[in-house]
């Protein structure tokens, strides 16, 4: 089971280039035009996970015009470092530096030219989690020494 994203965005044609650029993303299909030439509907992959988009009309506000945030795409790459600079040469507007997390990923995070919001992680370990495995394997030991002292 899957689920997938379907973004909209007022100029789907152009997205499809941009993410790709920026953010690694390739086509997968055909990219359907209406009457007007414009791309209506089409489909991108990041390693096996697919994103759809497409322009629903003239009327459409995406969240740059909204002026807000309207979701937040969490993405996971295998090097946040390295994704982070080739979205900032492809001109991403950068709203959160690579930062180390309390819960284990280093992530950063980026607004597409229309305004949606994209999350890049990379799972680590936290530093919590080792320092507690550390203290428990200490306290162990301590009770290990002090069982062979009382013999």
Request: aromatic share 10%; proline share 5%; glycine share 10%.
């Amino acid at each position: 089971m899957a689920i997938t994203p379907y973004l909209l965005y007022r100029d789907a044609g152009a997205a499809l280039t941009w993410l790709a650029k920026a953010f690694g993303l390739r086509k997968s299909g055909n990219a359907y035009k209406g009457a007007d030439g414009r791309v209506n509907h089409a489909a991108m992959k990041f390693g096996d996970a697919d994103l759809m988009l497409g322009s629903p009309g003239p009327d459409f506000k995406n969240p740059k015009l909204l002026g807000q945030a309207t979701q937040n795409l969490y993405v996971d790459v295998d090097d946040v470092d390295k994704h982070h600079a080739q979205a900032v040469k492809a001109g991403a507007t950068i709203i959160e530096a690579p930062t180390d997390t309390f819960y284990g990923a280093r992530r950063y995070g980026a607004e597409d030219p229309e305004g949606h919001r994209w999350y890049f992680a990379q799972t680590r370990k936290p530093a919590r989690k080792a320092a507690r495995r550390k203290a428990a394997a200490g306290a162990k030991k301590a009770r290990r020494a002090g069982k062979r002292s009382r013999r």
